[in-house]
């Protein structure tokens, strides 16, 4: 339907932007993209993918303290997708800690995001789901890719870096 062509749309737009403005595009057609930008972007990414679960786990909390009735799971999912999400940042946040600058954009990022997410959370919880779905289906191909460049060589610092211990023990990996 229309709320979901919309959704799609909205973070495909918002990719281009990112892609454009972060130099992605640039680097992979001139085959320079190296270990500190494709950290960089995923950090960056990071810091704006924990906001949708945050803030409407919080929507969705207020909504249910004026209503005065249960929420039925829905808050506590939210705000652990946002735990997650900062779970990542914080494992990246191992291999590189970001300047001023790089954290004067998250800032900003965050508040024009953050206002606008809740903004249309608060005006069609569905439109927001299904842009959260379009997201995460983003960060797949991202990190698809990512992977790919692994094997084939292309991000060779990453190849033999073990994990590091904040991610290892968040979710559990074996050493090895």
Known sequence: GLTDNLAYLT???MRLGFDIFSGYKVQLRLG????RAVLTRCIFLETVAGVPGFAAGMIRHLHSLRKMERDHGWIHTLIEEAENERMHLMTFLQL???GPFFRGSVILTQLVFTAAFSL???VSPHF???FVGYLEEQAVVTYSDILQKMDEGKL???SRLPAPEIGAKYWKLEEG
Do not use: G, I, N, S
């Open 120 to 122: 249309a959370y608060v």
């Open 11 to 13: 973070v495909r737009a």
């Open 156 to 158: 060779p610092m990453w």
């Open 128 to 130: 927001c789901h299904r």
């Open 96 to 98: 590189r800690h970001p």
């Open 32 to 35: 320079t993209l190296d270990e």
